[in-house]
């Protein structure tokens, strides 16, 4: 059994909008033991997704579709699906009573385009919204599944959660489940991790693959291991992972898929520290990685952008003359920060970033992403520096990982 995810949109093939709804439903899919093994992106045209339809009915077993339910007329999929499956379109009276209720909780009636909204395939299975207007879909024929869903992420996501997941866990009869483990490493390249671990890759189990992920500062290494004994195969997968583990623990930020500021945030819950930033070439960038964690605030205390000199004079405490003499970009200026974040910022300890993000600004002695980094807390210090490319939006989210890595470090050192 394999699935094929298809994305409708014109927003999509321009780069108006990323496709985080194809990822989404590829890690709920293999979630379950079901391979994603096509994908597609098609244009809001109505023969562009019926042609693409019938392509995926022939090679795949599991169809999931998302966009083009809007009430405008953009808007094809309706029609595309109800022409794939040559099922006449029908006044669904449970959508229309549902948008009604929707609406009147704001004080407001549907529309006219609202109500066409409501003209479904008459052989869907509808699958109820409760986050927006467009229901989604469900159609079986012939031992195969088409599933539809609205294209905005928090309304696929609910109705993915709720119907499309649990109907495929329920009919997995005969397939043999994947097992997954992901390692989150730091501070390493993906090359240099493969090198380390050669030999455990070259000795895996049959029905076993690595996976290296790479994003700036950070590398996924993926386990994925396919077996029909499903104990049996998660034994192995725990048994690999562990050896991986332990030999890449230098890098290794966590044993499950999570975002590194996550990880260092129990840390600091569990040893019950509050965490300060100081922020200067980051912009605020660090602070946003560390605030898009839910419960950031049980360990961060907060932080400032203190960009030019004079806030750094005034927020922080740097010294004038260290400014003078040294430069804001100093191993002497970013320590006086992070003391100062301490400080003036009631933590426990603080994290200070300082340097060239680009893509003017540098000097033969400091070149475009040179970057200063330093961890205080009242008695110890910690800097370090590092020296990144030319790209500035680049230079500035290695700059906010490695910060947070350097806490990460600060806190586990010996």
Known sequence: MQAEILSIGDELLIGQV????A??????????????VHGSVIRDDLDDIVTGLKRAWQRSDIIVLTGGLGPTRDDKTVAAVAAFFDS???FSESTWSRLNTMFAQFGRTPTEAHRQQCMLPADADLLTNRLG???GMHFSKDGRHLFVMPGVPYEMEGILAEYVIPRIRNGLNGVVP???ATICTVGEGESRLAEQIKDIEDGLPPGMQLAYLPRPGQVRVRITSRHKDHQEGIRQLHEVSDRIAARLAAFVYAREDIPLAEALGRQLADRRLMLGVAESCTGGYLGHLITSIPGSSAWFAGGGITYSNTLKMRLLGVAEETLAQSGAVSEATVVEMARGAVQHFSADLAVA?????GPDGGTPDKPVGTVWICVADANQTLTRLFHFGKDRARNIELSAVSALNLVRKFLTRP
């Open 178 to 180: 994947v097992q997954v």
């Open 18 to 21: 990323v496709n985080t709804n």
């Open 23 to 36: 990822a989404t439903i590829g890690q709920a899919l293999t979630g379950v033991g079901i391979p994603v």
């Open 353 to 357: 970033v300082t340097g060239i993000a």
């Open 88 to 90: 006449p379109l029908v």
């Open 133 to 135: 207007t467009a229901p």
